[in-house]
């Protein structure tokens, strides 16, 4: 009698994670981080982080302490790279990770609920608005610019689903639910309502755009500079919007 074996089923997957690097002194660090989570609550919600502790010197010993502190902020960390094997304590966080090879984009973090309005310099020129032209087309009977492709998704994107394209641009032909989150090396343009997060320019692209019909969004980044749902102009929630960079600041106005 032939025994059957059990069939193992293997499937890569890829996953965006934050890189958190803790500085000395830590005390300053942690009160710095629970600034930042007062300002942006909803920041770490959902979002596997690694923990980076390979500045931190080696003369300190209370690592493992570090980590269950960030745990208590609600963070949850998924690994920890940088660690000194004579630190002890950090088997709960599973073995080191290899440091990886591509660095990560910093997100600059804000320093205050609002962004701040350069007042002596007159206001940039929106730009232009969201419309269903060249870039629809080129999905449909394929690309018009094979040197900036795109990704057309003709439905709405549910809670708790990933939209990755880091090729080039996201249209999105409905809404983006509270929950999900759409990650573009381009533009985000979204028909429908945007509840969820949107991330543009991945591929450092500061002439990135996010587009939407209504702005709900938890959280809109582009190259790296974001604003939460608190740091957003209230005028902006519930109305056609485009986010954009002017500079360093990322500005949100009225699509017309």
């Known amino acids: 009698m032939t025994e059957t074996r059990p069939f193992i089923r293997l499937r890569g997957r890829s996953i965006m994670a934050l890189v958190l690097t803790p500085e000395a002194p830590l005390p300053e660090w942690l009160a710095a ?24 010197p080696r ?20 690994g920890i790279e940088g660690a000194h094997p004579s630190w002890p304590g950090l088997e709960p966080w599973g073995r080191s990770l290899p440091g990886a090879g591509k660095a990560g984009k910093p997100i600059e973090i804000p ?5 701040p309005s350069r007042v002596a310099e007159p206001e940039p020129p929106p730009p232009p608005p969201l419309h ?21 998704v003709n439905h709405s994107v549910r809670s708790g689903q990933l939209i990755v394209f880091e090729n080039g641009d996201i249209t999105i032909l409905g809404s983006v639910a509270s929950g999900a989150e759409v990650v573009a090396g381009g533009s985000i343009h979204v028909y429908g309502a945007l509840r969820g997060r949107a991330i543009a ?9 996010i587009y ?13 500079v974001y604003q939460t749902a608190e740091d957003m102009p209230p005028e902006r929630i519930g109305s056609p919007s485009s986010a954009w960079l002017d500079g360093d600041q990322m500005r949100i106005t009225p699509i017309d």
């Open 111 to 115: 320093e205050s609920a609002a962004m």
């Open 132 to 152: 269903s032209g060249p870039a629809l087309a080129g999905q449909q009977s394929g690309p018009a610019h094979p040197e900036a492709p795109s990704l057309l």
């Open 33 to 56: 981080l629970d600034a930042q989570i007062e300002r942006a609550p909803n920041f770490f919600d959902g979002r596997p982080v690694i923990a980076d502790v390979g500045t931190l």
């Open 212 to 224: 939407c019909s209504k702005l709900h969004a938890e959280l809109v980044a582009i190259d790296g």
């Open 201 to 209: 320019g991945l591929s450092g692209g500061a002439g990135a755009r």
């Open 59 to 78: 003369e300190e010993r209370d690592v493992a302490g570090l980590m269950l502190e960030i745990a208590a902020r609600g963070i949850h960390i998924i």
